[in-house]
């Protein structure tokens, strides 16, 4: 795992490393992964300037960025793309927003069943594959690297943009779901600590559950996103050309740019 440690951000990840099903290896510095950048402490900002950061992508809502902006990056341009995951937005938020919002009156099954939903919305909702197909214009620009996307927890919104590059750029899914668990890891202690909070607040472990649900990756949660893309579309490649806006040609391109030979 590359992940980069930083005061006030949990999840801020290289995701290169993998190597593809043709034995090449996607390059290091050049694709980032992130939660929110709005809480940054000076020394996370000159860390993350030292990444040569160009692109910013800040797929949370602007209800969501309201008091609550990126910190700024020396050098680095923001670009919003709002896929309208309301759901994901709600998932990702801490636990007093949750409460205010009455989300302890949501079962566990409901929050399973509304994350399940929104991993398909991903890849159904007209405005998430409009926000996808900006993306990937934007990567297949090599004057933006490097380039970071996060939304407001760097799971959801941002793991399933992270999927579609890494699976065009040919890495099995397999590979591509474990990157996706590792939010579990980078953010394990900060979860668990929101969900014992929320167990002291509530006394409700059916809530607790419906949180960890909305907190924490769940591989089947991307899967069902994906299987929607293998099954009913003809797998990634066909889905990007046919429902994104790409091209074969595309593609090809994606790859020179950021794939290199295995040392």
Known sequence: MNQIRLDKAYNFRDIGGYETNEG???KKGLLFRSDELSKLSEADIETIRKLNIKTIIDYRSERERVNNEDKPIPGAKV??????ADVAALASSDNKHLLEQRT??????????????????????????ASYAQMLQLVLDPANCGIVQHCRGGKDRTG??????????????????????LTNVCK??????????????THNEDFVLALRYLK???????LGALDIINNSYGGIEQYAINELNFSRENIQTLKQIYLEEKI
């Open 79 to 84: 670009v919003y793309l709002d896929p309208k």
């Open 104 to 129: 302890d009156k949501i079962t566990a099954k409901q929050a399973y069943d509304m994350m399940s939903s929104q991993n398909r919305e991903f890849v159904l909702a007209p405005s998430a594959k």
């Open 216 to 222: 924490e990756a769940r591989e089947e949660f991307l």
């Open 24 to 26: 090449l290896v996607v």
């Open 188 to 201: 394990h202690e900060k979860n668990t600590r929101s969900l014992a909070e929320a167990y002291e607040q």
């Open 160 to 181: 399933y943009g992270i999927a579609l590059i890494l699976l065009l750029l040919g890495v099995d899914q397999k590979t591509v779901v474990e990157d996706y668990m």
